[in-house]
Each structure stands twice: as C-alpha cells, then as structure tokens.
C-alpha cells in the first residue's frame, strides 16, 4: 500500500476517533447539566414551601401553582409521615419514600432517590418544618429524571 494512501488511512482514523471522544464528553456533560438542573428546581420549591410552611401559612392555591411547574410534586407530611397535603402528586403513585424519615431522624435537609410512580425514579428533597403553634412537618419536592 503507497504511503500516501496509509497516511491517509491513518489521519482519518485520529480525526474519528477525537469526534468520538468529543461526542462522549459532549453527552455527558449536557447529561450532568441536565441532572443538576432538575435537582437544583426540586430543591429550590422544597426550600420555598418550607419557607411558607414555617411562617405559619397553608400552600394556597397560587403557591400551589408556581410550586409546581416542571412537574415538581411536592408532599407536606406530619411527623409521622401521614400526607396532610399534595401537590401535583400521580395519582397512581404512592406517597412512601424513605426520604423523610431520614430528614424527620436528622433535623436537616436531606435528599434522595426513589420511585413514585412507574418505573421512573425521581429525585426527593426533604426539608424538616417546625411552624410556630403547630406539630413538627416534613416538606417534600420531587421531581422525575425522566424528561431528562
């Protein structure tokens, strides 16, 4: 074979492969973009229903609604983990998740994964409420990873 048709051969075997490592680091830090993304959203409302939750308000209808887009579903629990609220919520999912009892035992935000509906898992954030006059709750924000 000339050299002319190895050397060929060769720079398009290089410029193949750095467009295939350019595609895989491309995917994945979109992928990763993506995900914090949704975390960062959750995260956010359980934060801001928690807020309203502590200065001894109900989530009313219009909080409701801004806490809810992007299909976040948030879940006001008691202590005992009975849902006094839900927003936004599947109707065919069930509202158990070990989340909160991980947040209720701690007395601090946590977060996790689990399943609520289907076979989708979605990202949780728990955040512990103590309003004032009232029994100690738990708010939580969940939103699926699969729009993603």
Request: charged fraction near 20%; aromatic fraction near 6%.
């Amino acid at each position: 074979m000339p050299i002319r048709w190895r050397l060929t051969l060769f720079i398009a075997l290089v410029i193949g492969a750095i467009l295939i490592v350019l595609g895989f680091a491309l995917y994945f830090l979109s992928r990763s973009a993506l995900l914090a993304n949704v975390e960062d959203t959750t995260r956010s409302r359980a934060i801001s229903a928690a807020n309203t939750i502590e200065s001894g308000e109900l989530l009313s209808g219009d909080d409701v609604e801004q806490l809810t887009l992007d299909g976040v579903s948030v879940i006001v629990r008691d202590g005992s983990g009975e849902a006094i609220q839900t927003a936004n919520f599947p109707a065919s999912g069930e509202a158990r998740d070990p989340v909160w009892r991980e947040a209720v035992r701690s007395g601090k935000a946590t977060s996790g994964m689990a399943v609520l509906a289907g076979d989708d898992p979605s990202y949780i954030y728990a955040v512990p409420v103590d309003p004032p006059g009232g029994p100690a709750r738990v708010v939580e924000a969940a939103s699926p990873y699969e729009p993603v």
